[in-house]
């Protein structure tokens, strides 16, 4: 009786094994399907988590290469600004524009939505439709550029 129920130890082994290699397969493969996630956006309730995903892979340099392809330059001299607000020193001014709004996320809302805050002294005349010409990628690369334009330099 007892003998008949005994399972074979190499059974056993094999049949771990079997398990293991299956949940593996599994598991690769339910990682290899899933679609590659979205690029963030700083949409919805969380904008400083959002804009703060944005910037964790984000390239200043690429950023400013942007703004002279996009001609955000034409409007936004860097030096002094008669059509636009210039962007010297524009990282530090961005913090106190609309707190609590984090520099970041004001620029993110200035740049996806210009007329949520129009600056002083300025026509409400930035294109509205970065947000369509733009990735998000792309946006956080000029945040990240314009997060490097400080006062002191
Ligand atoms: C047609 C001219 C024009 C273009 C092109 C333009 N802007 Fe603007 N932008 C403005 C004007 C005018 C304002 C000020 C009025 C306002 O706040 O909407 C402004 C405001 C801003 C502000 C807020 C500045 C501050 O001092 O608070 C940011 C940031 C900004 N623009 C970024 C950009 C970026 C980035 C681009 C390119 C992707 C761009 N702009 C392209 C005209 C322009």
């Given at each position: 009786m007892e003998a008949s129920r005994k399972v074979s130890p190499g059974i056993v082994i094999g049949l771990v094994l079997l398990i293991i290699v299956g949940v593996t397969f599994v598991a690769v493969f339910v990682v290899a399907s899933?679609?590659?996630?979205?690029?963030?956006?700083?949409?919805?309730?969380d904008v400083e988590a959002g804009v703060a995903a944005l910037l964790t892979n984000a390239d200043a340099e690429r950023g400013a290469e942007l703004v002279v392809a996009n001609q955000c330059v034409n409007c936004h001299?860097?030096?002094?600004?008669?059509a636009a607000p210039g962007w010297n020193g524009l990282a530090d001014r961005a913090a106190e524009r609309q707190p609590p709004l984090s520099a970041a996320a004001y620029l993110y809302e200035s740049i996806?939505?210009?007329?949520a805050y129009v600056v002083e002294g300025?026509?409400?005349?930035?294109?509205?439709n970065f947000k369509d010409v733009l990735t998000p990628q792309e946006i956080g690369d000029i945040i990240a550029h314009l997060l490097t334009l400080r006062s002191s330099g």
């Open positions: 899933e679609p590659a996630p979205p690029a963030p956006t700083a949409d919805g309730p001299i860097y030096a002094a600004g008669m996806t939505d210009p007329t300025y026509a409400p005349s930035m294109p509205a």
